[in-house]
């Protein structure tokens, strides 16, 4: 989880560097683009990898006999009804 989250912060530097160069007239746009595809490839496996581990921990609370609510019940505000105006 650490090494993607290094890599994405290179990466995101890397795209920060390619664009100043870009504007500084020292590359071309074509290098700008692939320094942005790497950091969005980057971010998404940053992204992928706390899914998974989130995936697990539910899964393990699942396997050994916990509950997972998908969306918590909220309380009724004053004036409203029960199973009519909230759940």
């Known amino acids: 989880a650490e ?3 290094a890599a994405a912060a ?3 530097r890397a795209e920060e560097i390619a664009r100043n160069q870009y504007k500084a ?12 595809n790497s950091a969005l490839s980057a971010r998404t496996a940053e992204i ?3 899914v998974n581990r989130q995936v697990a921990a539910v ?3 699942q396997a050994i006999g916990g ?3 998908a969306l918590p019940t909220a ?3 004053a004036g409203q009804e029960p199973g009519k105006d909230c759940p």
């Open 3 to 5: 090494d993607r989250q």
């Open 25 to 36: 007239g020292l590359i071309g746009y074509s290098d700008v683009i692939v320094a942005q």
């Open 59 to 61: 899964s393990l609370i």
């Open 75 to 77: 309380p009724c505000l």
């Open 67 to 69: 509950r997972w609510d």
């Open 48 to 50: 992928t990898s706390i």
């Open 10 to 12: 290179a990466a995101n």
